[in-house]
Nanobody, 123 residues
């Protein structure tokens, strides 16, 4: 039985930082992505990374968020800096197999999803 377990969510002040972790086990994948969704809004792809370290970011987080991985631990991290209230959402990690040059942030390309971790940023 595979699983994706997110951790590291919580509350932060505007301008602050949080680091999310996604521990994967039991799945076959070559790409892990982070997505977020606020109630009443569409799910948004945030960042993704493949097993050789190529990464993709949404324009809304470029320069503020950094995705990284520890392949030995099957864990992907999302370092979030310069947080704003607009970053408030439930954050999900997802895993899938992609045969593309760069990882994509289309949610339909990810087969496995975690339960999510809440991030709340106050002004």
């Amino acid at each position: 039985q595979g699983q994706l377990v997110e951790s590291g969510g919580g509350s932060a002040q505007s301008g602050g930082s949080l680091r999310l972790s996604c521990a994967a086990s039991g799945y076959i994948y070559n790409t892990i992505g982070w997505f977020r969704q606020d109630p009443g809004k569409q799910r948004e792809g945030v960042a993704a990374i493949d097993l050789i370290g190529r990464s993709t970011y949404a324009d809304s987080v470029k320069g503020r968020f950094t995705i990284s991985q520890d392949n030995a631990k099957n864990t992907v991290y999302l370092q979030m800096d310069s947080l704003t209230p607009g970053d408030t959402a439930m954050y999900y990690c997802a895993a899938g197999v992609q045969s593309v040059q760069w990882p994509l942030l289309d949610s339909w390309m990810y087969k496995y999803w975690g339960q999510g971790t809440q991030v709340t940023v106050s002004s």
